[in-house]
């Protein structure tokens, strides 16, 4: 737990930084959320709404150090719902414009920087991500993210501030977003109210490395109160698993009928990696950590999120019949 001051969580009202804060919270850590617009829902710490790549750097500094942090996490720069035209804007911009805000402030918080093993490009079959080797990412989110984690490892070592950057793998769990794969499953499922449900889906022929976001969180904790500093670490389960192995999961979780159609026009893709392996040792030997949830308790846990936010049924519902559903 740090004992060190409040932290700030960038993004801290979107799919991961929500996480985020409740694990910081949860460690008895004090915690502000930062993000473009107010939420629809609680959060925890006092908010402050701040678009950092329009507002000017010097403004931003002055806000940020009135919440005298620690540390900040920059959870930015999401994937979800862009196109690649937008990606540099979404995924690059702000923590660009972040560096510059740090640079002027009185008090030099400790960054833990969020990036994406998409920014490795390819990764040959059977293989595991490694540092050491040039990355070449081949989507715009990729490309974004890289140019991302360079700037913040050049201020590093250039000695301006003191952080690291964690390099994270596909996520599932609770709050996945609408537009993500398991988002896109479960809606169909769900529009189906019962029936046998047609899942309309790009081809699923790639294998991810999928880790349960909550256990991303645990990451940023362990990586907010470590003293490691200018390093790459990647955060992910360590096993490479089918994309129709996931699907298969979710639909088995629901217990609602359903069949598959793989199409070539109906989903959306941001890389054509066809291949993502972590090599988790790194994390273990600089962070003391490691993946604790499987890929069953992540689909689990976004099953049982997504049916409540969906709201009140009918009592009638076919989908109430699933609430005992084996596990």
């Known amino acids: 737990m740090s004992a060190n001051g409040r932290v700030v969580v960038l993004g801290g009202t979107g799919f991961v930084g929500r996480h985020v804060c409740?694990?910081?919270?949860?460690?008895?850590?004090?915690?502000?959320?930062?993000?473009?617009?107010?939420?629809d829902h609680e959060v925890v710490g006092p908010f402050l709404a701040l678009d950092l790549a329009r507002r000017p750097a010097r403004e931003s500094a002055e806000r940020l150090d009135a919440l005298a942090p620690f540390a900040v996490v920059n959870s930015t720069g999401s994937i979800w719902g862009n196109t690649d035209a937008q990606m540099w804007e979404a995924?690059?911009?702000?923590?660009?414009?972040?560096?510059?805000?740090l640079a002027l402030m009185e008090t030099r918080p400790r960054l833990v920087h969020l990036g994406s093993v998409l920014e490795y490009g390819?990764?040959?079959?059977?293989?595991?991500?490694d540092v050491a080797v040039p990355a070449h990412p081949t989507s715009a989110y990729g490309r974004a993210k890289l140019a991302a984690t360079r700037a913040v490892l050049e201020r590093i070592g250039a000695g301006e501030l003191e952080g690291m950057v964690l390099r994270i793998a596909n996520l599932a769990g609770p709050r996945s977003p609408d537009v993500s794969l398991l988002g896109r499953v479960a809606g169909q499922l769900w529009a189906a109210g019962g029936r046998p449900a047609a899942v309309e889906l790009d081809p699923l022929l790639a294998h991810r490395d999928y880790v349960d976001v909550r256990d991303v969180a645990d990451a940023v904790v362990a990586a907010v109160d470590s003293k490691v500093s200018g390093e790459i670490v990647d955060i992910g389960s360590g096993h490479s698993t089918s994309v129709?192995?996931?699907?298969d999961m979710l639909i088995?979780?629901?217990?609602l009928p359903a069949s598959v159609r793989e199409r070539s026009d109906v989903g959306i893709q941001h890389s054509t990696e066809e291949w993502s392996l972590v090599n988790?040792?790194?994390?273990?030997?600089?962070?003391?950590?490691?993946s604790r949830r499987s890929l069953a308790e992540a689909v689990d846990g976004f099953w049982l999120e997504f049916v409540e936010r969906q709201g009140p049924r009918d009592e009638h519902h076919p989908l109430n019949e699933t609430e005992n559903h084996p596990r």
Do not use: K, N
């Not at 995924?91 to 805000?101: E, G, Q, W």
């Not at 390819?122 to 991500?129: D, I, K, P």
């Not at 129709?244 to 699907?247: G, P, Q, Y």
């Not at 088995?252 to 217990?255: F, H, L, T, Y």
């Open 244 to 247: 129709r192995t996931l699907v």
């Open 280 to 290: 988790t040792a790194p994390a273990e030997h600089l962070l003391g950590w490691r």
């Open 252 to 255: 088995e979780r629901s217990g």
């Open 22 to 39: 409740a694990a910081l919270e949860s460690r008895g850590t004090e915690v502000a959320v930062v993000a473009r617009r107010p939420p």
């Open 91 to 101: 995924a690059a911009a702000p923590t660009l414009r972040l560096l510059d805000i």
């Open 122 to 129: 390819r990764m040959r079959v059977g293989t595991a991500s």
